[in-house]
Nanobody, 126 residues
Framework: QVQLAESGGGLVQAGGSLRLSCAAS????????MGWFRQAPGKEREFVAT????????SYADSVKGRFTISRDNAKRTGYLQMNSLKPEDTAVYYC???????????????????WGQGTQVTVFS
């Protein structure tokens, strides 16, 4: 069982940046696809970004492409989401997640992920 803990959320002005971190409790983190999702009030959870176990492959939602960067440091059992040029519509609770199946390189589908963190709030004001 892997536990995930997000950090780095907060209140930021539009145009600013934040870096989210996702710390995993187990070394098996390095074997798994990692993803970031977000959920805004009154909306369904949506895909943000995903990265393969090695970091070689990534994919982004169109709404964040060019502004957000996903990365990971397997030695530290930690994943990251660098968010630049933030917009008010980026306001949401952000969750990191792991897909432990090891049968997929990356995945944008939330139902493929079986470990989830508690989330960290990101609020962008104009």
């Amino acid at each position: 069982q892997v536990q995930l803990a997000e950090s780095g959320g907060g209140l930021v002005q539009a145009g600013g940046s934040l870096r989210l971190s996702c710390a995993a409790s187990e070394r098996t983190f390095s074997n798994y696809v990692m993803g970031w999702f977000r959920q805004a009030p009154g909306k369904e959870r949506e895909f943000v970004a995903t990265i393969s176990w090695s970091g070689a492959s990534t994919s982004y939602a169109d709404s964040v492409k060019g502004r957000f960067t996903i990365s990971r440091d397997n030695a530290k059992r930690t994943g990251y989401l660098q968010m630049n040029s933030l917009k008010p519509e980026d306001t949401a609770v952000y969750y990191c997640a792991l897909d432990s199946s090891t049968i997929r390189a990356i995945t944008t589908q939330s139902h493929h992920y079986d470990y989830w963190g508690q989330g960290t709030q990101v609020t962008v004001f104009s």
